[in-house]
């Protein structure tokens, strides 16, 4: 309700009102007050009880409406995905329907194809799910979300179905990981493709566009519903597609437990050999290493949304999170003191120099991806999202600019690092970026990174040599292997839907409930910038808020 009302109408409001006053308000219009939420458990109980009786049914509210979830206590996208596909395989088969699989992606929803003769079958079908009241319906692009047994009246060229998934009262899946049912209308004697060639009679002709066949001939049907192990497949579609990824991808962090007390006091130690007014006010302060526990729900969120990523490291400082299960063969927690090339170069509080030594993780996969601990994803990602299939890599500038002059020595680290890195692809190819990059998952090849290490020794040796961010660093990951990449043919732009915001600012909150209610960014970055005093408590109420509201979950990474 709040995010309708002008922004300008609030600030004159804001002007008005009495220290102290606006939360109280603010909790009116957001429905958390006391009694609100009593109604609304009261609400919920009734529905529950009239709607969701079976063992482990429970209402939970989607959308503004009360429905019907079935709760668990795990969640991996791929897992999820499956479930979805056999369910509707199950159905299908149980109505007599003719189906094949069309498409069966790393991440997303699988694809189904029915004959448009067969939609009232399936209709008539619908209308019997409601021994199972959590299988829900919905359009293709996720609107309308509606009970299976409600939704036998679905038009279109397609509907999703889907078990909708709750834990702890919070809605899991609303589809995005569902399976499409598309009809295909069959074509009459006579008609011809788009090509000229005579169809035969009864060729069944995509309704949208897909990557592997505009129809499918009567034999050809035949065929895939005859004699498959698995599910009926169109000849050819058993295999991996020339636009699907293929290779091994893992997944490197970075993290910090800035409360530590023997980090802390190897900081001091670092910080009191340091000349006076040699660090930028940004460059070590407390903001930079404070932990929010965003890693544990980064972790669970590359579980529910990118179930494709092969292995996790994580690179720390001989420090491990509590609550990590470093015995999971998933994960490997990896000692800075392993991958530097210069262990004299260390400790260091520098994640520039951290970074310049990914490419020395045993075992790293050539294309990895590499993400700080406050990025997380936001809705099933496909591999091929940050990859291309001849294993290129995708990277996401940004639409700000850094500016056209030379490192200035009052500018903040990581904009002189920047700065530092067009300074070096322009002397080294005579060519000038200009473009910052978002705060996304950063898709990289250790190759790449290897050969930049030979190709400018200098600013690897003097960037690790920095304990503390410095003007003289590099940015490694996050910046320089992108271009040079792409100045060598290696990289190319791409496109991502994301989310960027400083959990201080007095906007964070509301753009936090504002995003979790749409679910509908690929990453996001909940970034702790730096600040004067110790944080703004609502902000990271928000923050926690919202964590816990998206990825409740347990990861396999927990203990």
């Known amino acids: 309700m709040r995010d309708r009302i002008p922004l300008g109408v609030r600030r004159r409001v804001l002007g008005v009102l009495p220290k102290g006053a606006w939360p109280r308000i603010r909790a009116v219009l957001d429905g958390e007050t006391p009694a609100q939420e009593a109604l609304r458990e009261a609400r919920r109980r009734r529905h529950e009880q009239r709607h969701a009786s079976g063992p482990g049914l429970v209402s939970v509210e989607h959308d503004g409406h009360l429905v019907v979830a079935r709760e668990v206590d795990s969640f991996a996208g791929e897992t999820v995905r499956r479930e979805n596909l056999a369910l509707t395989a199950e159905l299908l088969e149980r109505a007599g329907i003719e189906w094949v699989l069309l498409d069966d992606p790393p991440a997303g929803r699988s694809v189904v194809v029915v004959p448009a003769a067969s939609r009232v079958r399936f209709r008539e079908a619908l209308r019997h799910c409601g021994a199972d009241p959590s299988l829900h319906v919905a359009d293709p692009g996720g609107d309308r979300i509606r009970s299976a047994a409600a939704g036998a009246d679905a038009e279109g060229h397609a509907v999703v179905l889907f078990r909708l998934l709750a834990h702890g009262r919070r809605v899991l899946d609303a589809g995005v990981l569902g399976c499409e049912v598309q009809f295909w209308g069959a074509t009459a004697a006579g008609q011809r493709d788009s090509g000229g060639d005579l169809l035969p009679e009864g060729t069944l002709v995509a309704p949208v566009r897909n990557r592997w066949v505009d129809h499918?001939?009567?034999?050809?049907?035949?065929?895939?519903?005859?004699?498959?192990?698995?599910?009926?497949?169109?000849?050819?579609?058993?295999?991996?597609?020339?636009?699907?990824?293929?290779?091994?991808?893992?997944?490197?962090?970075?993290?910090?437990?800035?409360?530590?007390?023997?980090?802390?006091?190897?900081?001091?130690?670092?910080?009191?050999?340091?000349?006076?007014?040699?660090?930028?006010?940004?460059?070590?302060?407390?903001?930079?290493?404070?932990?929010?526990?965003?890693?544990?729900?980064?972790?669970?969120?590359?579980?529910?949304?990118?179930?494709?990523?092969?292995?996790?490291?994580?690179?720390?400082?001989?420090?491990?999170?509590?609550?990590?299960?470093?015995?999971?063969?998933?994960?490997?927690?990896?000692?800075?003191?392993?991958?530097?090339?210069?262990?004299?170069?260390?400790?260091?509080?520098?994640?520039?120099?951290?970074?310049?030594?990914?490419?020395?993780?045993?075992?790293?996969?050539?294309?990895?991806?590499?993400?700080?601990?406050?990025?997380?994803?936001?809705?099933?990602?496909?591999?091929?999202?940050?990859?291309?299939?001849?294993?290129?890599?995708?990277?996401?500038?940004?639409?700000?600019?850094?500016?056209?002059?030379?490192?200035?020595?009052?500018?903040?680290?990581?904009?002189?690092?920047?700065?530092?890195?067009?300074?070096l692809l322009r002397s080294r190819f005579g060519r000038t970026f200009t473009a910052k990059m978002k705060h996304v998952p950063h898709a990289l090849r250790r190759s790449i990174l290897q050969e930049m290490a030979a190709a400018f020794p200098q600013a690897y040796e003097r960037t690790a040599a920095q304990r503390f961010r410095s003007p003289q660093d590099h940015a490694m990951v996050s910046s320089l292997h992108h271009w040079y990449a792409y100045v060598t043919g290696r990289a190319q732009p791409g496109a991502i839907r994301y989310f960027y915001t400083d959990i201080n600012h007095p906007a964070a909150p509301r753009r936090l409930r504002s995003l979790r209610e749409r679910r509908d960014v690929d990453a996001l970055c909940l970034n702790d910038h730096a600040r004067d005093e110790a944080g703004t408590a609502e902000g990271h109420r928000a923050l926690r808020a919202y964590l816990e509201q998206a990825y409740p979950v347990p990861s396999c990474y927990e203990r």
Do not use: C
Request: glycine residues 6%.
């Open 216 to 423: 499918v001939r009567p034999r050809e049907w035949a065929e895939a519903r005859r004699g498959n192990d698995g599910h009926p497949r169109l000849p050819g579609t058993d295999g991996s597609h020339v636009e699907d990824v293929t290779f091994p991808i893992d997944v490197v962090y970075t993290w910090v437990d800035g409360e530590d007390p023997e980090w802390l006091a190897r900081k001091a130690a670092a910080r009191g050999g340091e000349v006076d007014g040699a660090r930028h006010a940004t460059a070590a302060n407390e903001s930079r290493y404070e932990d929010h526990d965003e890693l544990r729900y980064s972790l669970r969120s590359l579980q529910m949304y990118a179930s494709w990523v092969r292995h996790v490291y994580l690179v720390t400082d001989a420090q491990v999170p509590s609550w990590l299960d470093r015995d999971h063969p998933g994960i490997t927690v990896v000692d800075h003191r392993e991958i530097f090339t210069d262990t004299d170069d260390l400790p260091t509080f520098n994640s520039h120099a951290i970074e310049a030594q990914l490419q020395n993780i045993e075992g790293l996969s050539e294309q990895f991806l590499y993400l700080n601990d406050d990025v997380l994803l936001g809705r099933p990602v496909p591999p091929e999202l940050f990859f291309t299939p001849t294993g290129q890599t995708r990277f996401f500038p940004s639409t700000a600019k850094l500016g056209l002059g030379p490192a200035e020595e009052d500018e903040a680290p990581v904009m002189t690092a920047a700065k530092n890195n067009r300074d």
